[in-house]
């Protein structure tokens, strides 16, 4: 099954831009990345998902590498509200594996 | 619904009992799904359903664990004989059509069932 890794954590400023890296070496050519973030107390919210192409959406930007073995999600302008653990995903059989994700941390 | 509802929002219990949590997704999503999150990890999954078939079982950590989704709607995770490293989040999510090539459909998450086994 493929994998992903992320730093364990990372710190932004307020107002910031924020770039969440993703490495998936082990990527196949149908698999959809996701990202999805789960913020304190809350279950896992889609942030978004992408095949090949570079994907913008009111929440963030994925930037996805030409050979697919890693994508940046991009936060244009990070909030205090923006403070979660952001899990990049790919898709294995009919599920999505979560991994440890990153701890985003948003200083004002 | 509005939304992926979850019940009961916490559920504390002895060792040795059944319990039995619902998950009512998402009106007319095809698919659910069942994890289990411990403090600090991401979430684990546990099964699958495309409408009333559990098409993936393959989480579930033992025989004590099972769901059922009969209708194709409401889904119950059931745990027999609870033991205390049962302990966790049980998360259920679902997803308006079934997974096809490429899997790229959103999932939504309810708020989670807080199991505790004293």
């Known amino acids: 099954d493929a994998k992903t890794t992320q730093p364990n954590s990372m710190e932004s400023n307020e107002e910031e831009p924020v770039h969440l890296p993703c490495n998936h070496s082990t990527i196949s050519g149908t698999d959809y990345i996701h990202w999805y973030r789960q913020l304190p107390s809350q279950g896992p919210e889609y942030v978004i998902h992408?095949?090949?192409s570079n994907v913008n959406n009111r929440m963030a930007s994925l930037a996805i590498a030409e050979d697919r073995k890693s994508s940046t999600l991009i936060l244009h302008r990070a909030t205090l509200r923006d403070a979660a653990v952001y899990y990049c995903i790919l898709k294995y059989g009919n599920k999505l594996v979560f991994g440890a994700g990153t701890i985003l941390r948003v200083k004002s | 619904g509005a939304g992926v509802s979850q019940s009961p929002r916490y559920k504390v219990t002895k060792r040795g009992q059944d319990v039995a949590l619902r998950c009512d997704p998402i009106?007319?999503?095809?698919?659910l799904y069942w994890y289990r999150q411990a403090l600090g990890q991401g979430p684990e999954f546990l099964t699958y359903f495309n409408y009333e078939a559990q098409q993936d079982k393959s989480g579930l950590p033992n025989d004590r664990f099972s769901a059922e989704r009969p209708e194709g709607s409401i889904s119950t995770l059931t745990i027999q004989r609870t033991e205390q490293r049962d302990s966790a989040m049980y998360r259920c999510?679902?997803?308006?059509?079934?997974?096809?090539?490429?899997?790229?459909?959103?999932?939504?998450f309810g708020s989670g069932t807080q199991l505790s086994v004293l």
């Open positions: 009106s007319g999503h095809v698919s």
């Open positions: 992408g095949l090949t």
């Open positions: 999510a679902s997803s308006l059509e079934g997974t096809g090539k490429g899997f790229d459909e959103k999932l939504f």
